[in-house]
């Protein structure tokens, strides 16, 4: 956890968090915010963690999502080379006669970007929803194999 947190109590941007430079989406440049920055696009930023894992065979992004059906995400692969994992939970219903003591889980918009490295194939992306977690599968694409030859030296 980030000693000091940027924007809030988010610590999305902070360079020290483990794993933040690591194939980042710039969200200024991408146009993520646009020019007004709110708390409400931060958190949706920083609402959702998701763990990002790369195996022999492909690259796999995990998210816990309680609560939530398929229904309400969306998977997106953007231009060449940007994940996009986003949706939303919606506050539940609250009745007059009811009195609330505490409201804890969380609930809104959601958004997270990845770029993908240049090993992905964004053809072949597969994305499930079971027992609260979301799994994305993006396989690697297939590597030619380098040949190799002799350079005959004069």
Same mark, same amino acid.
């Given at each position: 956890?980030?000693?000091?947190? *940027?924007?809030?109590? %988010? %610590? +999305?941007?902070?360079? *020290?968090?483990?794993?933040? $430079?690591?194939?980042?989406?710039?969200? $200024?440049? !991408?146009?993520? *915010?646009?020019k007004n920055i709110g708390k409400e696009d931060v958190q949706a930023v920083a609402s959702t963690?998701?763990? $990002?894992?790369? /195996?022999?065979?492909?690259?796999?992004? =995990?998210?816990?999502?309680?609560?939530?059906?398929?229904?309400?995400? =969306?998977? /997106?692969?953007?231009?060449?080379? /940007?994940?996009? +994992? !986003?949706?939303?939970?919606?506050?539940?219903?609250?009745? =007059? /006669?009811?009195?609330?003591?505490?409201?804890?889980? !969380?609930?809104?918009?959601?958004?997270?970007r990845f770029r993908l490295p240049h090993n992905a194939n964004v053809e072949s992306v597969n994305a499930k929803v079971e027992n609260g977690v979301l799994t994305v599968t993006v396989?690697?694409?297939?590597?030619?194999?380098?040949?190799?030859?002799?350079?005959? +030296?004069?």
């Amino acid at each position: 956890m980030a000693l000091t947190p *940027f924007f809030g109590s %988010s %610590s +999305i941007f902070d360079p *020290f968090e483990p794993g933040f $430079w690591d194939h980042p989406v710039d969200p $200024w440049s !991408s146009g993520l *915010f646009g020019k007004n920055i709110g708390k409400e696009d931060v958190q949706a930023v920083a609402s959702t963690r998701i763990d $990002w894992v790369e /195996t022999p065979e492909a690259h796999v992004f =995990k998210a816990d999502l309680p609560g939530l059906q398929k229904e309400d995400v =969306k998977v /997106t692969v953007e231009g060449d080379r /940007t994940l996009q +994992i !986003s949706g939303e939970r919606t506050r539940e219903e609250e009745k =007059k /006669t009811d009195t609330w003591h505490r409201v804890e889980r !969380s609930h809104g918009k959601f958004l997270r970007r990845f770029r993908l490295p240049h090993n992905a194939n964004v053809e072949s992306v597969n994305a499930k929803v079971e027992n609260g977690v979301l799994t994305v599968t993006v396989p690697k694409a297939q590597q030619p194999e380098r040949e190799v030859r002799v350079v005959n +030296i004069d």
